[in-house]
T-cell receptor, first 115, second 112 residues
Framework: DAGVIQSPRHEVTEMGQEVTLRCKPI?????LFWYRQTMMRGLELLIY????????DSGMPEDRFSAKMPNASFSTLKIQPSEPRDSAVYFC?????????????FGQGTRLTVV | GESVGLHLPTLSVQEGDNSIINCAYS??????FIWYKQESGKGPQFIID?????DKRQGQRVTVLLNKTVKHLSLQIAATQPGDSAVYFC???????????FGAGTRLFVKA
């Protein structure tokens, strides 16, 4: 398996533009997580899905952020409109949780710069 | 609120020495912890985990110690190698949920 695949790896956009980040989880995994990483706040959980259903979106900072998971192999995180303070590395992670809790497998991340 | 934080932001060790990275947590409801390693330009990668009913767990060259009394856990790396240079995060899971609280991270430098 190629692991969790995120695209693009880097995104530079102007303030006010819409940004869409994409994630392909590991096949068979039933949980998908979106994280944001900044120097100031570290790794923050934004939202997670179980079997394509959003379970907890309490970490989503504002209504400008939205996430979808139309099927088991694809998820998007959208920011509209984007602002400079959204600049961060966004990680997608997936896990398989049959019994107990297991670790999440992270993608390489998308480095977003909003100018 | 809940928080999982680190005592030291950076740690520098000589190659071959043992490393100890510390982490404190504030929520006593956390019942499961994971240590992650993040290399430059990559996502965090699982190292080792421990449940709250344990106080020690060993892996290959790594040991995690959990002290629930003082809400502290540590990651010990034996015979530290240059490839161990990275940022290390502790992460805690709150009871009954999958919401992970990450610490700020400690950057480990290994001097050759």
């Amino acid at each position: 398996d190629a692991g969790v695949i995120q695209s693009p790896r880097h995104e530079v956009t102007e303030m006010g533009q819409e940004v869409t980040l994409r994630c392909k989880p590991i096949s068979g995994h039933d949980y998908l997580f979106w994280y944001r990483q900044t120097m100031m706040r570290g790794l923050e959980l934004l939202i997670y899905f179980n079997n394509n259903v959003p379970i907890d979106d309490s970490g989503m900072p504002e209504d400008r952020f939205s996430a979808k998971m139309p099927n088991a192999s694809f998820s998007t995180l959208k920011i509209q409109p984007s602002e400079p303070r959204d600049s961060a590395v966004y990680f997608c992670a997936s896990s398989l949780r049959t019994t107990g809790i297991t670790e999440a497998f992270f993608g390489q991340g998308t480095r977003l710069t909003v100018v | 609120g809940e928080s999982v934080g680190l005592h030291l932001p950076t740690l520098s060790v000589q190659e071959g020495d043992n490393s100890i990275i510390n982490c404190a947590y504030s929520n006593s409801a956390s019942d499961y912890f994971i240590w992650y390693k993040q290399e430059s330009g990559k996502g965090p990668q699982f190292i080792i985990d421990i449940r709250s009913n344990m106080d020690k767990r060993q892996g290959q060259r790594v040991t995690v110690l959990l002290n629930k009394t003082v809400k502290h856990l540590s990651l010990q790396i034996a015979a530290t190698q240059p490839g161990d240079s990275a940022v290390y995060f502790c992460a805690g899971f709150l009871t009954g949920g999958f919401k992970t609280i990450f610490g700020a991270g400690t950057r480990l430098f290994v001097k050759a």
